[in-house]
């Protein structure tokens, strides 16, 4: 699809693309399911930069330190977590 210049459309489920495939009058169609799962690996820590709102970070900190945690951990389990959703 990039190769082509289309742009990569949102993930969605077997089903959808069944129904949307019929929709189109592609019954006959062969159709391939390729499951995507994230595999963590543990890699070691580096430094970066974001630009976030203000007061989301002062929530973030605010959790972290209410988990015994902090902002780098907090925000490095959240992302994990997404990636396996």
């Known amino acids: ?3 082509d210049g ?3 459309r949102a993930p969605r489920s077997f089903a959808e693309v069944v ?3 019929h929709a189109e009058g592609l019954q006959d169609e062969l159709f391939l399911a390729v499951p ?3 595999e963590p690996k543990a890699g070691k820590a580096v430094r970066v930069s974001v630009i976030i709102d203000e007061y989301l970070l ?3 900190d605010a959790a972290a330190t209410r988990m015994g945690s ?3 951990a907090f925000l490095a389990e ?3 977590k997404l990636l396996e959703s």
């Open 36 to 38: 995507m799962e994230y």
């Open 78 to 80: 959240g992302a994990r």
């Open 19 to 21: 129904a949307e495939a």
């Open 58 to 60: 002062s929530d973030i």
């Open 6 to 8: 289309d742009p990569l």
């Open 1 to 3: 699809m990039r190769a």
């Open 70 to 72: 902090n902002r780098s």
